[in-house]
């Protein structure tokens, strides 16, 4: 007896029936392939992140010298304060304050950049979509 394939709408592709063992072999193909996605874009998204985080690092190393060059200014002013008549002090004043502002600054903009910096965002989403789709493999997505 022969069977009766589906007629499919005009313009489109006969419908393949395949077999069960094809469908599993299929699945466990795509599934590799789709994990192996997810371990690209997790590593693209580390090294971006890897990126702005020596940047960010460098930005706290340079506040925190001149923060350091800073204290012994301040240091060299209170020196000149307590030695010396007022001319020079003031000098020494105003490049202490200088550098303590710049690397107040500096620091600031690289700790605020640490803050901001997520780990890998597209590959966690990704993940939590692909965990919730393997719990529900039968649930037709809604749009």
Do not use: C
């Not at 690209?40 to 060059?69: D, P």
């Amino acid at each position: 007896m022969a069977r009766a394939m589906p007629v499919p709408p005009e313009g489109k592709k006969p419908i393949e029936e395949k077999s069960t063992p094809n469908l599993v072999r299929q699945i466990i193909q795509e599934t590799g392939e789709l994990i192996q996605q997810e371990f690209r874009l997790l590593r693209q998204e580390l090294l971006e992140a890897l990126g702005k985080a020596s940047t960010a690092g460098a930005l706290i190393g340079v506040g925190a010298i001149l923060l350091l060059l800073g204290a012994v200014y301040l240091g060299a002013t209170f020196m000149l304060l307590l030695s010396l008549a007022v001319t020079p002090w003031i000098s020494a004043a105003i490049v202490t304050l200088i550098f303590l502002a710049i690397g107040g600054i500096v620091v600031y903009v690289g700790i605020r950049n640490f803050r901001n910096l997520k780990l890998a965002p597209r590959t966690v989403e990704t993940l939590k979509e692909d965990a919730e789709w393997l719990s529900h493999p039968t649930k037709l997505e809604e749009k």
